[in-house]
């Protein structure tokens, strides 16, 4: 790969480059191949007939219920899913944890993935889709509103975590030079993504501050931003564990000696991670359940799915993370992050369709058509396709070349 950078061959040399790591590496005709290809195709007309009909043609909500599942489970879930990279990022660039260090690219890769296809679902939502612009400009909204800062956010952490990243594509590429001063930004990306992290995440959640009197008593408060932002911690932490499980078995052959002896204890580690934030949280919907003094309603069905969400698939992967750090037993940690994602994602839906509106009858809700359902799936194995592509051929998981582990020692 060095010759990319030393030789004169120039970007003759780089296009034979990239067409060799083009080719596939391994079987084709896999089953998650021949499932995932179909499902791309059908995506892909669905999105361009979105984009020629318009919003309405693929079913996309109402005006009643303006947010449907491109929100709510892929911008919303998607953006609290990736929060375990400026979390780890934190821990590893800040804090000097070397300990985490094996995982924090491939967990800065699955954050970045996630914010450039889940971010792109506001731009099928849209209704004028080429007015994608407006919200980042401030024009009809504005400056001040949430939604402009939302934008903006978005826009520069997807900057910052491709900043964070972009030391293992130097690598990859046998970019010398250009490696040695990616390595150089990346604290001051680190630093600006967090910062950044912290904002948008209780930016989407201060989005919801506006519909008071549409959203449940028990869903709704003024802590909803702190709510959102706490929640994304466990989350991304969630998924990070429930990432190594399946990296283990996908990508073992890339796997060093090294990662295997210290996964255990990076398991438990960020166990305990979220079992603190998890009750953290509980503290905080008991705070502020008794600030409303809506407990009365628990005893409605409103309420019991109120208390599945949060002691259900919130309290019970709580204990199993902490009884699972202690014993170190990572089926139980690893079950616990797969409840704790499920608790987000049915947390996310709530301010969207399940809380949003409770008061509207059954059959008239808002339930997303299979168009919709197919572009979700679509975006969800787009970001699975090329998160296998770049692991596959990056350093990520394996030891970076010894040019660049020399940059790093230095």
């Given at each position: 790969?060095?010759?990319?950078?030393?030789?004169?061959?120039?970007l003759?040399?780089?296009?034979?480059?990239?067409?060799?790591?083009?080719?596939?590496?391994?079987?084709?005709?896999?089953v998650?191949?021949?499932?995932?290809?179909p499902?791309?195709?059908?995506?892909g007309?669905?999105?361009?007939?979105?984009?020629?009909?318009?919003?309405?043609?693929?079913?996309?909500?109402?005006?009643?219920?303006?947010?449907?599942?491109w929100?709510?489970?892929?911008?919303?879930?998607?953006?609290?899913?990736?929060?375990?990279?400026?979390?780890?990022?934190?821990?590893?660039?800040?804090?000097?944890?070397?300990?985490?260090?094996?995982?924090?690219?491939?967990?800065?890769?699955?954050?970045?993935?996630a914010?450039?296809?889940?971010?792109?679902?506001?731009?099928?939502?849209?209704?004028r889709?080429?007015?994608?612009?407006?919200?980042?400009?401030?024009n009809?909204?504005?400056?001040?509103?949430?939604?402009?800062?939302?934008?903006?956010?978005?826009?520069?952490?997807?900057?910052?975590?491709?900043?964070?990243f972009?030391?293992?594509?130097?690598?990859?590429?046998?970019?010398?030079?250009?490696?040695?001063?990616?390595?150089?930004?990346?604290?001051?990306?680190v630093?600006?993504?967090?910062?950044?992290?912290?904002?948008?995440?209780?930016?989407?959640?201060?989005?919801?501050?506006?519909?008071?009197?549409?959203?449940?008593?028990?869903?709704?408060?003024?802590?909803?931003?702190?709510?959102?932002?706490?929640?994304?911690?466990?989350?991304?932490?969630?998924?990070?564990?429930?990432?190594?499980?399946?990296?283990?078995?996908?990508?073992?052959?890339?796997?060093?000696?090294?990662?295997?002896?210290?996964?255990?204890?990076?398991?438990?580690g960020l166990?305990?991670?979220?079992?603190?934030?998890?009750?953290?949280?509980?503290?905080?919907?008991v705070?502020?359940?008794?600030?409303?003094?809506?407990?009365g309603?628990?005893?409605?069905?409103?309420?019991?799915w109120?208390?599945?969400?949060?002691?259900?698939?919130?309290?019970?992967?709580?204990?199993?993370f902490?009884?699972?750090?202690?014993?170190?037993?990572?089926?139980?940690?690893?079950?616990a992050?797969?409840?704790?994602?499920?608790?987000?994602?049915?947390?996310?839906?709530?301010?969207?369709m399940?809380?949003?509106?409770?008061?509207?009858?059954?059959?008239?809700?808002?339930?997303?058509?299979?168009m919709?359902?197919?572009?979700?799936?679509?975006?969800?194995?787009?970001?699975?396709?090329v998160f296998?592509?770049?692991?596959?051929?990056?350093?990520?998981l394996?030891?970076?070349?010894?040019?660049?582990?020399?940059?790093?020692?230095?």
């Amino acid at each position: 790969m060095d010759r990319l950078e030393d030789s004169s061959g120039g970007l003759g040399n780089l296009v034979a480059f990239l067409k060799s790591e083009l080719k596939p590496r391994g079987p084709i005709f896999t089953v998650f191949n021949v499932v995932t290809v179909p499902l791309l195709v059908l995506g892909g007309l669905v999105v361009l007939y979105r984009l020629w009909k318009g919003l309405g043609a693929v079913g996309g909500g109402s005006q009643e219920f303006p947010l449907g599942i491109w929100i709510g489970l892929v911008v919303m879930v998607g953006v609290a899913f990736a929060g375990g990279a400026y979390v780890l990022c934190f821990v590893v660039y800040i804090l000097n944890a070397e300990k985490y260090r094996p995982i924090i690219r491939i967990t800065v890769l699955n954050g970045f993935l996630a914010y450039m296809f889940y971010a792109s679902a506001i731009f099928l939502d849209l209704g004028r889709w080429w007015n994608i612009f407006n919200p980042i400009i401030g024009n009809r909204f504005g400056v001040n509103s949430v939604l402009f800062l939302v934008a903006w956010h978005f826009l520069l952490y997807m900057l910052a975590a491709f900043l964070e990243f972009s030391p293992a594509v130097a690598e990859w590429l046998g970019l010398k030079r250009a490696r040695k001063i990616l390595g150089t930004l990346t604290i001051g990306a680190v630093v600006f993504g967090i910062a950044l992290s912290t904002l948008h995440q209780s930016g989407l959640g201060a989005l919801f501050m506006m519909a008071k009197w549409k959203i449940h008593p028990l869903w709704y408060s003024e802590f909803i931003p702190i709510l959102f932002f706490v929640s994304s911690i466990y989350s991304g932490l969630s998924v990070t564990i429930f990432l190594e499980w399946i990296t283990r078995k996908v990508f073992k052959s890339q796997i060093t000696a090294e990662y295997r002896q210290a996964a255990p204890g990076i398991l438990t580690g960020l166990a305990r991670g979220c079992a603190g934030t998890i009750f953290v949280y509980l503290f905080l919907k008991v705070l502020v359940l008794l600030h409303g003094q809506e407990w009365g309603l628990l005893a409605t069905p409103m309420g019991w799915w109120y208390l599945f969400e949060v002691a259900g698939l919130a309290g019970v992967p709580g204990l199993l993370f902490l009884y699972g750090a202690r014993a170190r037993n990572l089926v139980m940690i690893r079950s616990a992050a797969v409840l704790a994602m499920l608790g987000i994602i049915l947390n996310r839906l709530a301010y969207v369709m399940i809380a949003f509106k409770w008061y509207v009858p059954f059959e008239h809700r808002h339930f997303p058509s299979w168009m919709e359902i197919v572009v979700t799936l679509t975006i969800v194995t787009l970001h699975i396709w090329v998160f296998r592509w770049i692991v596959h051929r990056m350093p990520i998981l394996r030891r970076p070349p010894a040019w660049a582990a020399k940059m790093e020692s230095h």
